[in-house]
Nanobody, 120 residues
Framework: VQLQASGGGLVQPGGSLRLSCVAS????????MRWYRQAPGNQRELVAG???????SYADSVRGRFTISRDIAKNTVFLQMNSLKPEDTAVYYC???????????????WGQGTLVTVSS
């Protein structure tokens, strides 16, 4: 199983970016999918999460500006980031709870990270 994140880049304050993360490989089902971020010198922090049923949750610092969504059929999770601030600058990682077979337990898989830089 692999998670491939994309969509990062350089954007000015107030701008928008949309991150994508696709899961591929032997996948029976995916439970929760999440986005984390890690800024230089900081610990990795949870940004947003979404369950199979579509329930979402957000860190206080991004609520109202970021929107997480998923395409279950395509094993993909998105993070729409609006009104970006310099403090949003970080490497963004996707994460998913995946069952490879119907009888297996779920394991956590991580994407490789995509860099978001918010600067004028």
């Amino acid at each position: 199983v692999q998670l491939q994140a994309s969509g990062g880049g350089l954007v000015q304050p107030g701008g928008s970016l949309r991150l994508s993360c696709v899961a591929s490989g032997r996948i029976y089902s995916i439970n929760a999918m999440r986005w984390y971020r890690q800024a230089p010198g900081n610990q990795r922090e949870l940004v947003a999460g979404i369950t199979t049923g579509g329930t979402t949750s957000y860190a206080d610092s991004v609520r109202g500006r970021f929107t997480i969504s998923r395409d279950i059929a395509k094993n993909t999770v998105f993070l729409q980031m609006n009104s970006l601030k310099p403090e949003d600058t970080a490497v963004y990682y996707c994460n998913a709870e995946i069952k490879e077979r119907s009888w297996s337990i779920s394991y956590i898989y991580w994407g490789q990270g995509t860099l978001v830089t918010v600067s004028s």
